[in-house]
């Protein structure tokens, strides 16, 4: 490949049509590292509302040291995976601590920082302070497999390996920033899923094109296994208020709230499992009084499928729950569920009650 070429072509290009996206006016630090973070989890035009919404709430990054937990769970509730999150956070209070506060300008340092892989690292380190750090995501893996007619698995270290060494030798010393954008920018815009090869302003450069290989490239990865898990989930009602409970440290979703209910053992109804679990997570013996709906998504290599009911308490009045396998719990009215981040199918529960003619009068 002709390196001058390519980034004379590929900076042209994004010179012309780059996205106006709210931390490339000033790409501080701070503002990049939360945009990169959060494109990992969202399309771009989501990540802007959150990212606006995140910078309102928390400008700088001793703010968000300081802020609890709780709140930074909520503002990344709906992006999934609140490991990210929590490891923002950590991140935050390890640059206070360690770098008077000051986001380190060092790629090493800025990859020993909590929640940052290589990638994050070389995009912060190109971005904020223009070194010249390769940032590979699966878009450029996807452009370079075509680029340079790779016939290597899409998420095999041999890809990885022959792409970031490319990259490194691409990469311009007075635009870094700005190569590994424009690069990010033409997978998602151009050399996407979908190619369109025909409008592609690399495509002089590109071996798939020349070699016919392109519907080839990357080649798949071997398909990982998904394991498909029932739950059933209660909303337990009492005096127009309602049970939710926390999550405790080193269960899945550790910090965030829920209600009560659990895995569906096999040979029991969504009904009969819902009533056990009532009685193992917070000793209340409940009736499933309606189905509400079946909300169905996924996480990690688990595809959920989650029976919901509208519960009441057959036990004393007023229900009196001992949180055996919640940090705590308590009956909330429903206009404060939206003050508690909730995992992404119970928010979607909430949702569809929101818009439910049967529950209007809850909310
Ligand atoms: S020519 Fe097509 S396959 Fe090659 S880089 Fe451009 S868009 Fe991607």
Same mark, same amino acid.
């Given at each position: 490949?002709?390196?001058?070429?390519?980034?004379?072509?590929?900076?042209?290009?994004?010179?012309?049509?780059?996205?106006?996206?709210?931390?490339?006016?000033?790409?501080?630090?701070?503002?990049?590292?939360?945009?990169?973070?959060?494109?990992?989890?969202?399309?771009?035009?989501?990540?802007?509302?959150?990212?606006?919404?995140?910078?309102?709430?928390?400008?700088?990054?001793?703010?968000?040291?300081?802020?609890?937990?709780?709140?930074?769970?909520?503002?990344?509730?709906?992006?999934?995976?609140?490991?990210?999150?929590?490891?923002?956070?950590?991140?935050?209070?390890?640059?206070?601590?360690?770098?008077?506060?000051?986001?380190?300008?060092?790629?090493?340092?800025?990859?020993?920082?909590?929640?940052?892989?290589?990638?994050?690292?070389?995009?912060?380190?190109?971005?904020?302070?223009?070194?010249?750090?390769?940032?590979?995501?699966?878009?450029?893996?996807?452009?370079?497999?075509?680029?340079l007619d790779l016939a290597e698995p899409v998420r095999s270290p041999a890809l990885r390996k022959a792409?970031?060494?490319?990259? /490194?030798? #691409? +990469?311009?010393?007075? &635009? %870094? !920033? @700005?190569?590994?954008?424009? =690069?990010? $920018?033409?997978?998602?815009? *151009?050399?996407?899923?979908?190619?369109?090869?025909?409008?592609?302003?690399?495509?002089?450069?590109?071996?798939?094109?020349?070699?016919?290989?392109?519907?080839?490239?990357?080649?798949?990865?071997?398909?990982?296994?998904?394991?498909?898990?029932?739950?059933?989930?209660?909303?337990?009602?009492?005096?127009? /208020?309602? #049970? +939710?409970?926390?999550? &405790? %440290? !080193? @269960?899945?979703?550790?910090? =965030?709230? $829920?209600?009560?209910?659990? *895995?569906?053992?096999?040979?029991?109804?969504?009904?009969?499992?819902?009533?056990?679990?009532?009685?193992?997570?917070?000793?209340?013996?409940?009736?499933?009084?309606?189905?509400?709906?079946?909300?169905?998504?996924?996480?990690?290599?688990?595809?959920?499928?989650?029976?919901?009911?509208?519960?009441?308490?057959?036990?004393?009045?007023?229900?009196?729950?001992?949180?055996?396998?919640?940090?705590?719990?308590?009956?909330?009215?429903?206009?404060?569920?939206?003050?508690?981040?909730?995992?992404?199918?119970?928010?979607?529960?909430?949702?569809?009650?929101?818009?439910?003619?049967?529950?209007?009068?809850?909310?």
């Open positions: 490949m002709d390196g001058k070429r390519f980034t004379h072509d590929l900076l042209g290009w994004y010179d012309r049509h780059s996205r106006d996206l709210p931390w490339r006016e000033n790409p501080e630090p701070y503002a990049v590292w939360i945009s990169e973070i959060m494109a990992q989890q969202t399309q771009m035009d989501r990540v802007v509302a959150y990212h606006d919404r995140w910078m309102r709430a928390l400008p700088t990054l001793a703010d968000l040291a300081a802020a609890p937990e709780e709140a930074v769970l909520k503002l990344w509730e709906g992006l999934g995976y609140y490991s990210r999150a929590r490891n923002l956070r950590k991140a935050a209070e390890a640059i206070v601590r360690d770098h008077g506060g000051v986001f380190p300008d060092d790629p090493a340092a800025i990859r020993a920082l909590p929640g940052v892989g290589p990638y994050t690292a070389g995009a912060i380190a190109s971005i904020a302070f223009n070194r010249a750090e390769p940032a590979v995501d699966a878009n450029v893996l996807r452009v370079f497999a075509r680029l792409v970031e060494a490319e990259v /490194r030798g #691409l +990469i311009p010393g007075d &635009r %870094p !920033g @700005d190569f590994n954008q424009a =690069l990010m $920018e033409l997978g998602a815009l *151009v050399c996407s899923r979908g190619p369109d090869c025909g409008n592609c302003p690399v495509r002089a450069h590109c071996l798939a094109l020349a070699h016919s290989t392109v519907a080839d490239r990357p080649m798949p990865a071997p398909s990982a296994e998904v394991t498909p898990i029932n739950m059933a989930t209660g909303v337990l009602v009492h005096g127009g /208020r309602v #049970l +939710i409970q926390k999550r &405790r %440290p !080193g @269960d899945v979703w550790p910090g =965030l709230w $829920e209600f009560p209910g659990g *895995v569906i053992e096999r040979g029991e109804t969504p009904e009969q499992a819902l009533a056990r679990e009532y009685v193992e997570e917070v000793e209340l013996s409940v009736r499933p009084v309606e189905p509400i709906t079946v909300v169905r998504y996924s996480y990690t290599r688990y595809r959920v499928t989650m029976y919901c009911f509208l519960c009441e308490s057959g036990g004393p009045t007023p229900p009196a729950p001992v949180f055996r396998e919640a940090t705590e719990g308590r009956f909330v009215a429903w206009t404060e569920l939206d003050g508690f981040a909730f995992p992404s199918g119970h928010r979607r529960l909430i949702e569809w009650m929101r818009g439910d003619a049967r529950y209007a009068h809850l909310f």
